[in-house]
C-alpha cells in the first residue's frame, strides 16, 4: 500500500507539473479546435482499486480535480482534438495511460482524436502494433445540438457542443484488463468514462 501510495504521490505530481505547460496548437483560430475532456467521477478511483492508475501525458493540458486518483470524485482532465492535422496545424492530444501498479504493466492510448460525425474516440495503440483503433464512443453523437456564435469582426464562426458523453467502446474494457493482467471482468463493458465540450472555429463567409 506505502509503494502505491508513493505511485499516486508521483503522478499526481506530473498531472500538476503538465497542467502549467498548455501547448500552443490549439487557438481560436479558423480551422482549428479546442476540446477538453473530463472523466467522470469515480472513473479514476474505481481503476485504483483494481490496482491501476490512470493519467494522462502531454497534450494542450491535462490536471487532476480533486485530492488525489483514488478519491470517490476524482477527475482527470485532458485533451483530445477534433482532428489530427488541419490546416497545417499539428493537433496532439494527450496520451491516456493506464498502469497497473502490481506488475508494472500499462497500456497507452496515444494522440486520441474524436470524431463527430463517427461518434467515436480513436486511437493508437503501441501495445497493438500502432493500430488506430476506436477507444470511446460518443453516446449523445446524434442528438448533441451546437450552439453556433458568429463573430463577424474576426470574421470567424465558433459552433460548441457541449456536455458531449462518452463510453469505452465494445471490447475496450475487456482489452485493458488482458494487456494489464486482470482478471476477466475487472472492468465492465461500455464503462461511462466521461464528457467533452467541443468547440470548432471557421472562417465566416
Known amino acids: 500500500m506505502r509503494s ?27 480551422g482549428q479546435s479546442m476540446t477538453h475532456m473530463k472523466t467522470a467521477a469515480g472513473v479514476a478511483s474505481t481503476l485504483e482499486a483494481a490496482g491501476v492508475i490512470l493519467y494522462v501525458q502531454g497534450g494542450a493540458t491535462s490536471a487532476v480535480i480533486g485530492e488525489d486518483v483514488s478519491a470517490a470524485t476524482s477527475q482527470v482532465v485532458f485533451h483530445i482534438p477534433v482532428t489530427a492535422n488541419k490546416a497545417g496545424v499539428q493537433h496532439t ?14 497500456l497507452t492510448l496515444k494522440n486520441p482524436v474524436i470524431d463527430l460525425a463517427k461518434g ?6 503501441p501495445q497493438a502494433g500502432d493500430a488506430k483503433v476506436d477507444i470511446l464512443t460518443i453516446t449523445n453523437a ?25 463510453v469505452l467502446a465494445p471490447g ?14 475487472s472492468l465492465p463493458d461500455g464503462l461511462a468514462f466521461g464528457t467533452a465540450d467541443v468547440t470548432l472555429y471557421s472562417k465566416l463567409k
Open 4 to 30: 502505491r501510495s508513493f505511485v499516486t504521490s508521483v503522478l499526481v505530481t506530473l498531472f500538476l507539473i503538465s497542467a502549467v505547460n498548455p501547448a500552443s496548437a490549439d487557438s481560436a483560430k479558423p
Open 93 to 106: 492530444g494527450s496520451n491516456i495511460i493506464f498502469f497497473n501498479t502490481a506488475n508494472n504493466k500499462y
Open 120 to 125: 467515436a474516440v480513436s486511437a493508437i495503440v
Open 142 to 166: 446524434s442528438t448533441a445540438k451546437p450552439k453556433i456564435t458568429n463573430d463577424k469582426k474576426i470574421k470567424q464562426r465558433t459552433t460548441a457542443y457541449t456536455g458531449t458523453t462518452l
Open 172 to 185: 475496450v474494457a475487456a482489452t485493458i484488463a488482458s494487456v494489464l493482467g486482470l482478471p476477466a471482468g
